[in-house]
């Protein structure tokens, strides 16, 4: 960018009027979970695109704790949005296919009642008296714009990033039957105990701050500026990765401010502080992350997937690696919880060095861009079971059909490999590449697919064609399957590859009824000559260029090894298939299949 | 520990007076680095054991941001000081047999001076007008204790953790005739822009404060307690990782504060500041906090690598995995810059889940406190060329020699490759183990060694045999070495094991004038009839317990592949040994080596 210091990710919105808003009052009082009501509530929100005829074409995004309803641009005219990359025409969120509406939060400062309103009660505004909300209050709202004002039966996608992920999450929980598809977005079931102590600071700034007269300042010359502009340079830093930092300290821009600007990073915090707090209430802000520190959608993983057990949607969650305020690992709970709660979930953690942030930047959007556009469409022609009907809807607003799968080359094992599984079972693949043997089986009629997947554009590859998959590495294992979960779990020519093959296929029989394995045998009689007459060790790894010293094989076993193995597991050998492959042959145990057979394919249980 | 909530790592200090401290005032005044001087600086500072008779035995520490001198308790009545796990008789810093001083820091608020004392020009305190001090103000003044106040001519050892690496880092380039031992940890040399962005935040926050009153606030009756406890907050979130401040806020327990304690995080913080604030001065926190801003040793590693020239000391260096005030990677590049510098420096990363805290508690202290005494052993043992005298000590005060290494079991592999290495030449051997091959070329008289090592436990082997040792992971590159830095560079029997072997290869030869590889040979007899009459993979792994599975090795290959990698990559091979080891002959070219021999070491040149 040109200039990276003062470059926006959600940093430099301005308070510009909202040309395009339009607001609605809440016909009858809001009923609080904690208790109370709030009369005339008023949320306002942006709407993009067209509805369509069976309202089925609507999606929702809910913003973070200081974004709004200006999620993007309306014309040429009009101000960029906080997620301008992401919605629009032809953009990910395409505004040509879909109705997207954004509105602002309950409790925020951007139009909806919040605590800058006048409290009827009282004449003046609620200021610290506006009553504590909660997360669920927020959805409430919101659910009652998309259901009651605009007679929405069902969302066909809810999208949140950040904490708006909180408001996705509590919505599909509670109100599952009113929604196709979730996006959850750098994000997690609740914030960490850092994050909350980041944000327990940051309002000790506040209420510190002597201008903020108990949160009664709206009638004085100056409100808590200082304790407002220290709370959202704080946040700030979260936002970005030390990577990202550095880079925006690079410059030698010094801005105007009552805070300390002698450092380049200094002068960067000032600016985000000191328009922020154009932008910004200060009431709104400690009413909003207070909601946020109390969220907690489940204390345990049990309760989380107990809860993700009542949602009806399919899942898609994305998590940026360097992403410090909402870690991976806080996205992958979700991603856990929703497998083990047995819903359709696809999960990717996009390689990023610019953090939370990442969400909003360019780069990122460029690769989870096309996620989001393919679950999409994923969700267009592949409706969940329950809640959905096929949209049905004009072909002139739906025009193109889900992707066909590329022509899929012939493969022996994968033919084999499909007779050991019956019709209708459910299967998990390790290790599952573009999806080949999940695609197989998709073709002949099977449903309950699930592919792991290391490479991220692989997991891009996968959900294209409409394959539900997890960007994980099988090698730290799979805790995220619960026992018995599927039926069989395959591992196709990928043992190979694995570090930690006791504990991969240990998991395997753990997650599965039947594991099988394919591998390609080191025994085979044409690696035996190699390594007798030439001297030279046998390579696995068929890959043009790959030799042994970059080959991603890092184990050699031959069928009598992997018996052997098996043999001290206690693992029963269901049944084994050896091939040669070349000659497209099954050789028989009485023919020597450790000396004839390059791959074996072997069943497994406990 | 039995209450974790209120636990100390450096958070509980008490303001109790100190009992043991003494005193000592320049007899001139100081002139500051940034221009102008300070008149009647005093030191405080306390001292543990006994300086010897050639006052060869002194060890100083560097205390933190917010330390003080009582580094440990004087005795069973004294309080126990900031770093007690470390410091006392028979502790890693053992003041049986050394004379350790800490002493408060120039700008600090523990006695000696700083902004809170009388500026004699105007009879009130300095306040704000305590002039600006860098790292090398206050190490001038620690620098005068010792020489001019104690007459030591040299230290020992100089310990600087966390932002005390900054004042031991400076210390060792300007006074480089002064030291013999540095040990830097959990430090860098510079905070990262992340930091710096905390520490620009905590001070807006203090200077916010309207009790701050431009800094002249010590006749009033309350001080900027809110600003600075804010600060103080902050700082605190930094020290603790992201799974320590999970275990911190398990507790339920509530303090009575100012600060927002509605969650149990919000009342471990303002615990915290609350604390804090009654023993520290919120001038002291700017004015040191600036210090350590600032403090860059150098812009470039280019430069840091030729400040680093300068020192004549003899280097540990560690870091904590989880750190993430310090991360690992700004310890390294000190580490890195005293290899280019061509200094002797060993380093370890501790695994950790703590944080930066990790320092001061129990768990670290036990395993790098191994690291810390056996590094002060071979100091004494083993001075440095140069400024190193021989200590020379009383036989009473110094009485263990330096340990013996362990009887080094015959290998013919190793007696080969120390054939290849004429005596005196300088020597990296990476994946060096517990320093077997290493120790062999000492005990022949070569002193320039240096390993590379990935497990931390032998990494404190190494340490604890007086072998340099760098704790890194070759897979991911050696750039710590700069070209042509070693006559010779190993990798003795780890080939095998390499993931990136043509990285590992191009950097040995990038390092090294000669690299000198020994890998088992796939190619032998043996494993060809394994393979061919057994029909199961040959195992190059012959550690009990190890199988295909699980071994650590992950190439094959027979000395044809590796002389065709050469050939493909015009590496040349000047000489090439073949061993039989279990018959401990060597097998000519001309009796074929790829099969008659199990172990191949090849020199290479480019």
Chains 1, 2 share one sequence.
Request: aromatic content about 10%; hydrophobic content about 35%.
């Amino acid at each position: 960018m040109a200039d990276d210091f003062f470059d926006s990710s959600d940093n430099d919105r301005s308070n510009k009027p909202l040309l395009h808003a339009e607001s609605w009052t809440l016909p009858e009082p809001l009923s609080l979970e904690g208790g109370g009501v709030l009369d005339n509530v008023t949320v306002v929100y942006e709407t993009y695109g067209k509805l369509n005829a069976e309202k089925s074409n609507a999606i929702f995004i809910c913003h973070a704790l200081s974004g709004d309803s200006h999620v993007a641009s309306h014309d040429s005219d009009d101000d960029p949005g906080w997620w301008e990359l992401m919605v629009g025409p032809g953009k990910p969120i395409d505004t040509n296919r879909y109705f997207v509406v954004c509105a602002n939060i309950l409790g925020g400062c951007r139009g909806t009642t919040g605590p800058e309103d006048i409290n009827p009660a009282t004449g003046i505004p609620y200021g610290k008296d506006f009553p504590a909300i909660c997360i669920a209050d927020i959805v409430n709202v919101n659910h009652k714009l998309i259901c009651d004002h605009f007679g929405i039966p069902s969302l066909f996608a809810l999208v949140g990033g950040s904490l708006g992920g909180f408001m996705a999450l509590d919505w599909a929980v509670r109100y599952p039957d009113t929604l196709y598809g979730s996006i959850m977005i750098a994000t997690g079931a609740r914030l960490s105990q850092q994050s909350r102590a980041f944000d327990v600071i940051a309002r000790n700034a506040i209420t510190s701050d002597p201008n903020f007269c108990d949160g009664q300042y709206y009638d004085k010359i100056v409100g808590p500026k200082k304790g407002l502009a220290i709370a959202r340079q704080l946040g700030h830093i979260t936002y970005l990765s030390r990577e990202a930092m550095n880079r925006k300290s690079a410059s030698d821009r010094k801005v105007d401010s009552p805070f300390e600007t002698i450092y380049p990073v200094g002068s960067y915090l000032a600016h985000q502080g000191d328009k922020f707090v154009e932008r910004f209430d200060a009431n709104s802000y400690c009413t909003l992350s207070i909601a946020l520190d109390d969220y907690n959608q489940s204390q345990t993983f049990e309760d989380l997937t107990e809860d993700l057990k009542k949602s009806r949607c399919r899942w898609l969650c994305v998590s940026f690696s360097s992403d410090w305020l909402f870690v991976p690992s806080q996205t992958k709970e979700i991603v856990d919880a929703a497998l083990a709660a047995g819903k359709e979930v696809s999960y990717c953690n996009v390689a990023s060095e610019a953090g939370h942030d990442g969400f909003l930047l360019k780069p990122e959007i460029d690769f989870y861009g096309q996620l989001v556009s393919a679950f999409l469409r994923n969700l267009e022609s592949n409706p969940q079971v329950g809640v959905h009907k096929e949209p049905n809807a004009d072909p002139a607003e739906f025009p193109e059909k889900r992707p066909v799968p590329y022509r899929l080359k012939h493969r022996i094992d994968f033919d084999r490999i499909l007779e050991l599984i019956p019709p209708g079972k459910s299967v998990l693949d390790l290790g599952c590449g573009k999806g080949e043997l999940l695609l197989r089986l998709r073709q002949r009629g099977d449903d309950v697919l699930l592919g792991v997947e290391l490479e991220q554009k692989c997991v891009l590859h996968c959900i294209q064609h409409d394959l539900n998959v997890i960007h994980t590495d099988m090698d730290k294992g799979l805790r995220s399957f619960r026992d018995n979960q599927f039926d069989f779990v395959v591992l196709s020519k990928t043992l190979q590859t694995v570090r930690n093959v006791e504990l991969v296929l240990s998991e395997m029989l753990r997650i599965g009824k039947t594991a099988i394995v394919s591998f390609p045998n080191f025994g085979y009689h044409r690696f035996r000559t190699q390594l007798e007459m030439f001297g030279t060790a046998p390579q696995t790894d068929t890959r043009p260029g790959r030799k042994w010293f970059n080959t991603n094989d890092v184990r050699f076993l031959t069928i009598a090894d992997f018996r052997e193995l098996c043999n001290v597991k206690r693992y029963r050998i269901q049944k084994m298939i050896a091939l040669d492959t070349e000659r497209e042959i099954e050789i028989p145990e009485e023919e020597s299949p450790n000396v004839l057979a390059d791959v074996a394919i072997i069943a497994l249980t406990k």
